[in-house]
């Protein structure tokens, strides 16, 4: 039987030095910008030197590459939610409440416009980014498909573009509460009101 892999010292080193950098870019492009942040600023911020920036990453587009992963991994939770077998209003919101706490973080809006912006410009960052904007409507999707079957929730004749409706209105709300607050959370309970009387049956 193969032994386990065991993580060296200097692999540890590496994989600190690394996410060290990337921090360092995170708070480059939160700070200047993703297009108007360059290699040497997030050497600088990251106090190593360019080549050794480069031995860990090929450039700025590799950094943001590795973003999307990490965004990825930060949609997890929220994923396993969705998937979570009790009643499915209840998950929903749940998941509302949850993850519209999550989208409001001043540090998430403004990256997410920063990436936003790029992806316009850049086809393959936008497939980055869509492709964890695609695993979270699949699974929001399938949780309203569960609802319809077992009669939680009214007939929706097309479950993903009322999942992408309502992740649609949450990103709204956090970006203009975002902007016009200083608040690091907002209230849930008027957006809740809003999908849960879209997505159920009207009391007789």
């Given at each position: 039987?193969?032994?386990?892999?065991v993580?060296?010292?200097?692999?540890?080193?590496?994989?600190?030095?690394?996410?060290?950098?990337?921090?360092?870019?995170?708070?480059?492009?939160?700070?200047?910008g993703?297009?108007?942040?360059?290699?040497?600023?997030?050497?600088?911020?990251?106090?190593?030197?360019?080549?050794?920036?480069?031995n860990?990453?090929?450039g700025?587009?590799?950094?943001?590459?590795?973003?999307?992963?990490?965004e990825?991994e930060?949609?997890?939770?929220?994923?396993?939610?969705?998937?979570?077998?009790?009643?499915?209003?209840?998950?929903?919101?749940?998941?509302?409440?949850?993850?519209?706490?999550?989208?409001?973080?001043?540090?998430?809006?403004?990256?997410?416009?920063?990436?936003?912006?790029?992806a316009?410009?850049?086809p393959?960052?936008?497939?980055?980014?869509?492709?964890?904007?695609?695993?979270?409507?699949?699974?929001?999707?399938s949780?309203?498909?569960?609802?319809?079957?077992?009669?939680?929730?009214?007939s929706?004749?097309d479950?993903?573009g009322?999942?992408?409706?309502?992740?649609?209105?949450?990103?709204?709300?956090?970006?203009?509460?975002?902007?016009?607050?200083?608040?690091?959370?907002?209230?849930?309970?008027?957006?809740?009101?809003?999908?849960?009387?879209?997505?159920?049956?009207p009391?007789?």
């Amino acid at each position: 039987m193969q032994e386990p892999l065991v993580e060296t010292k200097r692999d540890k080193e590496l994989k600190s030095r690394r996410a060290h950098i990337l921090e360092a870019a995170l708070m480059s492009f939160l700070e200047k910008g993703y297009h108007q942040t360059g290699v040497r600023d997030i050497a600088k911020r990251a106090g190593v030197s360019l080549g050794n920036l480069y031995n860990h990453f090929s450039g700025k587009h590799a950094v943001l590459a590795e973003i999307a992963a990490l965004e990825r991994e930060e949609l997890q939770p929220f994923l396993s939610y969705l998937r979570n077998d009790v009643a499915p209003l209840e998950v929903l919101e749940g998941f509302v409440r949850n993850y519209l706490i999550h989208l409001s973080a001043p540090e998430n809006v403004i990256l997410s416009l920063e990436i936003a912006s790029e992806a316009v410009r850049k086809p393959d960052i936008a497939k980055m980014f869509l492709e964890n904007q695609n695993a979270l409507l699949d699974a929001l999707a399938s949780l309203l498909t569960r609802g319809v079957k077992e009669g939680c929730f009214r007939s929706l004749p097309d479950t993903r573009g009322a999942a992408s409706l309502i992740l649609d209105a949450m990103e709204g709300k956090a970006l203009r509460a975002t902007l016009q607050t200083d608040k690091t959370t907002i209230g849930h309970a008027e957006l809740w009101d809003f999908i849960k009387n879209a997505v159920t049956n009207p009391p007789d």
